[in-house]
């Protein structure tokens, strides 16, 4: 196959074949691909709710993948490189809806002075996780703290405390976590219900 030949008109090239094209004269192969599969991939991410710059992101990324595995002898084609791009391309797209979707979404108001200004209400507290380990007590307290505020191993709690082992400073170090865990929740529930 010829650098000048149309990639995606031909049947299915060996990725070897799509290697050499590449190497030979990347500028040109990158083209015909983007010119062959990119108003495919602009179609499948506008009709799933995406715009023309989501579309270029995703078949840019869709290209980098695919330049990556044929250069680097990692490609493995069963179809054209256009109908592969396409593929990428709808998984990348879903995976960026998923993390969007994961994302909270609140729009910036049209006035960017209204960013500057002091909300109307009041300011809620700050969550402290202090807070709620100092009600565990001085003991669990220090063990917390120790372990992963100041990164102190666990053989050193053991001694500091009078633990008989490392496993007694471990289960000890479980429990006041534990019981954090559930003195937080237990806000989290109330606030929210």
């Known amino acids: 196959m010829t650098a000048s030949a149309p990639l995606l008109s031909a049947p299915p090239p060996a990725a070897e074949a799509l290697r050499q094209t590449l190497l030979a004269d990347r500028a040109l192969a990158l083209t015909q691909l983007y010119r062959g599969a990119f108003p495919a991939v602009r179609r499948l991410v506008q009709r799933q709710g995406g715009s023309a710059q989501d579309a270029q992101d995703v078949f840019q990324d869709a290209l980098v ?7 680097g002898g990692a490609l493995l084609l069963t179809a054209a490189p256009g109908t592969y791009l396409v593929s990428i391309s ?17 729009p910036l108001p049209d006035d960017p002075a209204t960013l500057l200004t002091e909300p109307d209400e009041e300011p809620e507290a700050p969550f402290a996780v202090l807070d709620y380990v100092e009600r565990l007590g001085a003991k669990c307290r220090d063990v917390l703290l120790g372990f992963y505020y100041f990164q102190q191993p666990l053989t ?11 496993r007694s400073a471990t289960v000890q170090k479980f429990k006041c976590l534990e019981r954090l865990r559930a003195a937080v929740r237990a806000v989290f529930i109330t606030e929210t219900a």
């Open 65 to 71: 993948i695919l330049y990556e595995q044929a250069v």
């Open 90 to 106: 709808r998984n990348l797209w879903r995976h960026e809806q998923r993390r969007r979707a994961r994302l909270p979404h609140e």
């Open 156 to 166: 050193q709690i053991a001694e500091a405390h009078g633990y008989r082992s490392v």
